[in-house]
């Protein structure tokens, strides 16, 4: 970690500053620079507040070098996790394909859809039970009813599932029945929600909120995992941008970039990235081709009737398609 | 609302989309384009969920020209609301600061602070208990302590406070002791909060998150309002953009909009938008006088001692020094 | 297009704009809604400005439906264009692999690295000869000599060159000599030189600018082609977000999108865009499985001592590694 | 400046990136960090070139912590640069407010609005002669013909005015005539452009790039200074984020921090930042406030039957209500 002075500090704030520093459990090397003394902090860096330390008028900027995340690091720990969801492994090669509608409906539409999307070749099932919609006079998910068909279809098919938690309260009967907890994009650093996580015997799968960076991507798993749950998969859903034509523009450099900074898997949703069916399966085969671990797609038996997020849903036979393409491309990697 | 047809849409696919409309509560207007048909969709649109019209493969894109929030609109809500919190009333031409430290950490602390910042002239006292912080290993916050001595502070100065509630676990205990509820930036899109905000007996500071939208974030208050609580502030506190010279960017822009679009009342935090005290006096400046409704700053006895957010609290003389420049643009404008 | 009235507006106001708009060559649709009157205008509409109308302060927005490119747009041109520059064709099918260093610095570079690059299977040569660069202190580049050199490579390979122009000055002489000609993404709303290139016999790389829209790229390759040059091939190279951790951040959904909506042939240069060669062979991989037409790649012999862009440079194997993996790619496409 | 090289870097890797090192004209410290070797360098590194040791696949990244300009930089500049146009100097504590309409239409309107904005108390004159227009449809201004009008309102009101060079080729007629010469955003890293204007006699007005960091903005400024040209002002017009709701996002954060950074005066133009007339007078106020140096503002006699952006121009009396309201706000300040 570095701390720059100010160009013409005065000498006695330099060594007000040293001083501070020297209360910290870190070595301390200290470089006059030609306009700038700046001193480098060596050690455990990683759980340092320098805070208060930016508050001196005199300091112009700290530089932070290491990565503030430890147990998502792949430094610390450089070969891949690999989670177990009953017979579904994510991570260290293994690819994961979830499929599903946005919303449970009805018990019909989940046992078909989780037929259909098996026999396609997807190795788990997703479902929103507990629905975030920007409108308060949108549906808003069937709930706990919901749960109940998700395990239908599990018992129906054998697959299991993911579904999301919007919050503590309800995350108990979701942790009860679901195989896989989804954190969704909005709650990303919902800390309450990500405490919880990381006291769960589940596994979490966390969205990348619309504008984080992939620190604060790589610190909410860090919660996750300093709560005591290891196996955190994370997914790239499309960050904002100035770009409309898309709803959200997926950002598949981050699978190679999480690739060298974490342990952890990462798979990918190409439906929620773009929200037009359409360019569901070009981005599902570049998410393979750029070496993501999964892909989470949104399949519908019915997409003009979806009661959320029909414009980027697939038919099961459109999502057959994909799957064939999208295992070419494995094949190919 | 317009649903436009693709280019070279089939006429029994036109045909259909319009069948479909047909079953909606509006009326329908057919205009035939050079190259595309579109329906034109008049009547009470704000909360007709057209995702499943989005799905048909011939229908290009749905443009909405209403607003989807109607509780927030001043289209239906002309006067200015103006919300009272003890004393000190906020928007309608009364302007609030609200300062204070960023997070509560002793008695001494907030007692004095809140004196000081008395004696300049703010209306309101801030302190967070319960902190969000993008690192597990950083200072949580003092919890339920924390209120406590926020309470103390107000017996000592009459001022009323603001405080964050991060989670609906500990709104009650908030909710029972503080003037004013904060909603954070992070957790503008956490809808359980939000919910809970609805039903709350207190006022409520909804924060813009980072990658909000206007309509988003009147969204967002529309949860409140919907919810049966008519008192929500919004506040800007800067978006997340390119440019990393400052922490944020604060966007001034929003203050003159939100007054064309809603009745409620908007301040502006400074402080957390840049992320440097130098710059806290000229935000607040400019945020005068571009007409918002108040302001909250950050306000350290010692930021050098700071638990959190040091590098952009003001000691209580320059909070003084802010104040009187203040003063004079308010008194311009 | 749509002109929505403010809700409210004057009934003398709403004729006023009624009788503006009839002076147009449209017709128009009036929607009277359910608290603002809307004008639908149906026609021509691309190349109608009304910003006068904006001026108007009872006109809440104009929306756009149509459109404003032409030629660059499917609608009108539903085939795929194919670029031919020499033996290599780009478009509608046909994949091309550009390959060289950032800048032109010797001709025993050059020709060494052209050399390398045909043996892996390259089809083009790239190198600058003007370089822009952000540092006025920074190497520009060798200028006509540059020229020289890339003509030499070409004269050794058999492989044709695009190389960039970064005004209408140096313009003729890159014309002379060049089989494409570059206009990089700072340049992409140089109105100048794309008035220029429209009247250029040849072919013209127009890449994406970093804050560009996809409405926007499509109206400068307008620009490029009203002026009567139909040679147009577009290249994404990552736009500007709040994520720092690469140097742009690829937007590869703009692939499958402008081939929704141009006919034109779009190509991927991933070496810019992620400014870390590790990343280039995972988003080139990316690149091809999501449909783009071909590949720009920076291969430097010697990355070390690079005089540009080194960081993002493949040393030749490695350039030959990404050739086989992308093949693989294409095969399974 | 810092080289960081990664965790478990091979020790004679270290030593090769510590010898390229030590063949550069700066002092080197190396020091030993937990996990990773970290090189500064100290002395004159604002023009050193380390792209090269970049691409050495052991090293992490490399941090800058000098400013990469010099000219431009408030370091070795400490006094705020005043520009004098005629009798209009701005910087330094002198105010400027520029206005006039978008395009030169005709001699009638320029004379007419030149008069009136000298008569609310604008000390300069804006019209442009040459235009950027994103449609190769849209009026493309009036060229030299234009010019001569700015010209004639000149010498009828005694004000000097500033008008757009959007290329080289241009440059010359408009040097001549013009008393301020404007690069657009669009053309902030038009590198010849540039060049030509640091050759100028005429004082220069740089636009912020719609994505220009302030370090992207300032290095553009040093390219005008390294050419010799020591009179260049600084323009903030707004810069593209994910918000539609304005044109573009007016960053007021910029003005404290470029006081900051630098000595050269910085204007605000918020009549293209927000794209709306309503929201022009608060904005301006805004910029007051904040300290800039000035105000560039669209006037328009007739706005609508204006050729070019009259959604975001004033009338002359709603100007001259602006121009009263600003002043309050200067006194204040």
Known sequence: MLVVMK?????????????????????????????????????DTAKLDLESIKSNQHVEKIIRVQQPYKLASRTFHPADTVVEIGDCKIGGGNIAVIAGPCSVESEEQMVHTAT???????TMLRGGAYKPRTSPYAFQGMGEDGLQLL????????LPFVTEAMGVEAFDAIEESADLIQIGARNMQNYDLLKRAGKSTKPILLKRGLSATLEEFLMSAEYILAGGNPNVILCERGIRTFDTYTRNTLD?????????????????DPSHACGKWSMVEPLAKAAMAVGADGLIIEVHHNP????????????????????????????AV
Chains 1, 2, 3, 4 share one sequence.
Request: glycine share 8%; charged share 25%; hydrophobic share 45%.
């Open 7 to 43: 160009t013409g500090a005065p000498q006695e704030e330099v060594e007000k500053v040293h001083r501070r520093l020297e209360q910290m459990e870190v070595n301390i090397a200290k470089i006059e620079g030609a306009q700038q003394s700046v001193f480098a902090l060596v050690g």
């Open 304 to 331: 003009e009737k979806a009661l959320c997020d029909g414009a980027q849903s697939l038919k099961p036979e459109k999502f057959g398609h994909l799957m064939s393409a999208v295992q070419k491309i494995i094949a």
């Open 252 to 268: 598949l450099s981050v699978i190679p970039a999480i690739k060298e900074l974490s342990h952890l898997p990462i798979i990918v």
């Open 151 to 158: 395990v239908k279809a599990r018992e129906a098919t054998g």
């Open 116 to 122: 259909l999307v098996k026999s396609y070749g997807a």
